[in-house]
């Protein structure tokens, strides 16, 4: 009696692993069909662009594009061109903000009245022009068009190179 316990006990030990294997099996082809389906839609050519236009988004974008279409070439060249825009701009403002805020400098320019009304123009269209030349680079990104900002990226391009020689 007691050896036909035993033996109930271990089938129903074997029914309940037999089904946690099946479930375990369903759980990873269902995996499988997901990661593959992830997968499909980041190769996927028609999504190229969009990451391509999501480097000008300030700051991150440039870089949240990389890492999210690593080894692409088109979001690639926009990434560098984004990030070359922004930093140009920042550059650009940063400088002007300096003149107007550095102790002696402002000193000096306040003596002219016009400067800082000059400065504060100035400003306001580095910011323009970096809102006007980033949305035509989404613009361009959407329609799988390569773009290139004027200066700034053949800047960007020799201070690239320039590393690369002195790391060499």
């Given amino acids: 009696m007691e050896n036909d316990f035993d033996n109930e006990e271990h089938s129903k030990k074997d029914d309940l692993t037999e089904s946690a294997k099946r479930m375990l099996e369903k759980s990873k082809s269902a995996i499988k069909q997901v990661s593959e389906q992830i997968s499909h839609s980041a190769e996927d050519p028609a999504t190229t662009p969009w990451y391509a236009a999501l480097a000008y988004f300030p700051i991150l974008g440039p ?12 979001v690639k060249q926009h990434a560098l061109n984004a990030s070359f825009l922004q930093t140009g701009f920042a550059i650009i403002w940063l400088a002007v903000w300096l003149l107007e805020n550095l102790p002696l400098i402002s000193g000096i320019l306040k003596l002219i ?23 035509y680079g989404v613009i361009e990104a959407i329609g799988g068009r390569e773009f290139k900002a004027p200066i700034v990226y053949d800047l960007g ?6 590393s690369d020689n002195h790391e060499s």
């Fill in 63 to 74: 870089v949240i594009s990389l890492i999210l279409k690593r080894g692409e070439p088109f």
């Fill in 157 to 162: 391009e020799k201070f690239l190179k320039l």
């Fill in 113 to 135: 009245r016009f400067v800082p009304y000059m400065t504060n123009a100035f400003m306001y269209l580095d910011v323009m022009f970096l809102l006007a030349l980033s949305s």
